[in-house]
């Protein structure tokens, strides 16, 4: 690893803990059946895909998970199930960051939506006692609200124009591989963290 003068971080799965099959398992008991073909970790249908990127809004994803369903549906219903794949903020990786912005820069690029930001910000508040990410990063970049989400290169370098980051000495750390290859070719030092490692012991030589 060479020398690097900011982070960016990824959010789910690298400082939020997230089960993806607690969302797919939620919507099997709802009947949605087919939902593991239209969302996981590594694919997004077309629905996820545009409230990721900010082209649709709450209401409207909750009507299309109705009409794609075809069952009887409650908002409340659709919304437990979306966010039931996000567990919690461990307090050691939040003492992290704070150390970690002793010296360096730190960003957040997250691929997420209006509802996610809501309910993990909910958990952050009981967990930490902070009221938003922001209080951690130096900016914080949520794919619904830029429009682009990793890993399209337009993501990366929209967090590299806006901070003028040296994208050589900027370090990105991302649990999903094909978010690591678009870190990589938008010339950031792009690391995949592998579970069971966490970014404790990732960063466990990195001291502010």
Same mark, same amino acid.
Do not use: C, D, S
């Given at each position: 690893m060479q020398e690097f003068k900011a982070i960016v971080f990824d959010l789910g799965g690298v400082l939020l803990n997230i089960d993806y099959h607690r969302t797919e398992?939620?919507?099997?008991?709802?009947?949605?059946?087919?939902?593991?073909?239209?969302? &996981?970790?590594?694919h997004s249908g077309t629905l996820f895909t545009d409230l990721e990127t900010g082209k649709i809004d709450t209401s409207t994803f909750i009507e299309a998970v109705k009409k794609q369903s075809s069952l009887p549906l409650n908002d409340q219903q659709i919304l437990d199930?979306?966010?039931?794949?996000l567990l919690d903020f461990p307090l050691e990786r939040i003492s992290l960051l704070q150390r970690l912005a002793r010296k360096y820069d730190l960003y957040l690029l997250s691929n997420t &939506?209006?509802?996610? @930001?809501?309910?993990?910000?909910? @958990? @952050?508040?009981?967990?930490? &006692? @902070?009221p938003s990410l922001e209080h951690l990063f130096r900016k914080v970049y949520y794919s619904h609200l830029i429009g682009a989400r990793k890993p399209d290169l337009a993501a990366y370098e929209y967090v590299i124009r806006e901070n003028n980051l040296e994208a050589a000495r900027t370090l990105f750390i991302d649990d999903t591989p094909g978010n690591i290859e678009g870190a990589a070719k938008a010339g950031l030092q792009a690391v995949l963290l592998k579970p069971p490692v966490t970014i404790i012991e990732l960063l466990m030589d990195v001291r502010p």
């Open positions: 398992q939620a919507f099997i008991a709802l009947g949605v059946r087919q939902f593991p073909e239209l969302y &996981n970790q590594h199930a979306w966010n039931a794949m &939506n209006a509802i996610h @930001l809501e309910a993990f910000t909910k @958990l @952050l508040q009981v967990t930490a &006692n @902070l």
